[in-house]
């Protein structure tokens, strides 16, 4: 072949690679464009249906599925079986895990002891609120009937209803696609904690959108008139947020609001019970002061070919550190896991010191309760112990704080400590007026005994709890795949665990 033939060749191996490099390119740019154009999911209402925005957002959708693989049932009571002691005559001394990929979300509120075993949508313990961090569909349900509507009674009303754990339509706009803020509770918080809505920046909806579920709330009985004319109350969740986001600042106004989520069936303490304040104590700590949102560190960006996305397997940080703490501190990976190490095993010893000398003064305020002590005798006690149970639940309770602020929730736990030491210190000198010098702290060591002296029925509760799985939670399901709110085949591969059916 002459030289003209290998130029006639080569030109035309030239003209295909430029020809195939071009429809790469022009191919990158479409799919750049579908993705700098948001879909619209849908134009009017909410779809609550995670499995629809996989069609428009197939990448975000298969990382979040990936929360399907944290399954794992941690009982908390059996690893601390204080817990059991500290929440006498609560909810959460029945059962206590700790949390899973937001993939199980619903399934644990549905599976967890504390939601009982109602037969009917007007039985049981729990009222609608306790649905409210748990799915989307409720996002969809407050734009439907109304949120007032949304929070009046029980919790097994809307078991039909709520059905699709948490997912796009908690923290987007169906129609945008853009974070927005679904639920009306945390605006309102916002405001009375001094915020001007209009200031917030898309950085800041990057922990707002978080901070809707991942914060301290409780129950406000408010009433109002339904659209029949009725007079109903609703028990509205609410962020106790007006004086301020700190510890001792949500102490100071429920202590003013008069409220006590239970009178703790031991002590008889008007106690509160701090849920989750993850963002609360995560404004304590340096990444928030430096601009860090939770999504940097929970849900960091991802990258295939020329499309950037955030990955929505929410999870610890510490599972994937290469692509979360490490973009920022300098340390290797080994070192930098044994730094967090050494941080969490300071807080896990405090917190044990903590809860050993809480249980114990419940358990002694209950000796003494028992042995002819007086209301007037026992107040200080009582105010020692509501304070320092919530101080030292506000400070763990959110799982990551020694995380998000560690030196904050250390301080705390000394706080803590120091209000459960006086309690017990006060209470010596109660039993000794009453001529009980011999007094011995019975065994907690265990969840099984722990319950027990907690008065917890874990077999009767179980055995309810297993005939409502296999009755009334079965129907609703067939109801809500039956009206088109739930697709069967998103609950594929999902495990059934729980800590009572092992």
């Known amino acids: 072949m002459n030289k003209y033939g290998f130029l006639m060749i080569g030109s035309a191996v030239a003209l295909a690679g430029m020809g195939l490099m071009a429809n790469s390119i022009n191919g990158k740019q479409v799919e750049r464009e579908v993705l700098t154009t948001l879909p619209v999911v849908k134009a009017d209402g909410v779809e609550s249906r995670n499995d629809e925005w996989a069609r428009y957002y197939p990448r975000q959708y298969d990382s979040w599925k990936q929360t399907k693989k944290n399954d794992k049932i941690k009982d908390m009571l059996e690893e601390k079986p204080q817990l059991a002691i500290l929440w006498a005559g609560y909810g959460f001394a029945k059962d206590y895990n700790a949390p899973r990929g937001h993939f199980y979300a619903l399934q644990s509120n549905i599976n967890t002891l504390r939601t009982g075993a109602p037969v009917g949508p007007v039985d049981g313990p729990m009222p609608t609120a306790c649905w409210t961090c748990k799915s989307p569909d409720v996002v969809r349900v407050m734009e439907e009937q109304g949120e007032n509507e949304y929070f009046t009674g029980k919790w097994a009303r809307l078991g039909e209803e709520i059905v699709n754990p948490i997912g796009c339509a908690d923290c987007h706009d169906s129609s945008t696609g853009d974070l927005t803020l679904t639920r009306p509770y945390l605006e309102r918080a916002l405001e009375a904690s001094g915020t001007n809505l209009d200031e917030i920046t898309h950085q800041d909806m990057r922990s707002l959108v978080c901070a809707q579920c991942h914060s301290e709330y409780y129950f406000k009985n408010t009433e109002y008139t339904d659209k029949e004319g009725t007079e109903q109350v609703a028990k509205v969740v609410t962020f106790p947020w007006s004086e301020g986001l700190g510890a001792e600042d949500m102490e100071r106004y429920y202590n003013n609001y008069g409220f006590k989520d239970w009178t703790h069936k031991i002590s008889k303490a008007p106690m509160l019970k701090a849920q989750h304040p993850g963002y609360e104590i995560y404004k304590t700590g340096i990444h928030a002061q430096r601009g860090v949102s939770c999504a940097d560190c929970h849900m960091p960006y991802k990258q295939e070919g020329s499309v950037k996305f955030s990955d929505h397997h929410i999870a610890s940080p510490l599972e994937n550190v290469e692509n979360t703490c490490l973009t920022c501190h300098r340390e290797t990976e080994e070192e930098f896991k044994q730094l967090v190490k050494t941080k969490l095993d300071r807080k896990e010893q405090m917190m044990e010191i903590t809860m050993d000398n809480l249980a114990k003064a419940h358990l002694t305020a209950g000796k003494a309760w028992e042995s002819g002590a007086t209301e007037e005798q026992m107040a200080g006690v009582l105010e020692s112990i509501r304070s320092g149970q919530w101080i030292w639940d506000y400070s763990i309770a959110s799982h990551g704080s020694f995380f998000h602020a560690p030196e904050e929730t250390l301080r705390l736990l000394g706080v803590a400590n120091e209000k459960a030491q006086q309690a017990r210190l006060e209470l010596a000198g109660i039993l000794a007026t009453l001529g009980v ?3 011995q702290i019975p065994d907690f060591s265990t969840k099984e005994k722990a319950q027990k002296l907690a008065g917890v029925n874990l077999e009767k509760l179980v055995d309810e709890k297993n005939e409502f ?15 088109g709110r ?9 495990s059934d665990k729980t800590s009572y059916n092992q």
């Open 437 to 439: 010098t011999d007094y």
């Open 469 to 483: 799985r296999e009755l009334l939670l079965k129907e609703w399901s067939e109801k809500a795949v039956e009206a």
């Open 486 to 494: 739930l697709n069967p085949a998103t609950r594929e591969g999902m």
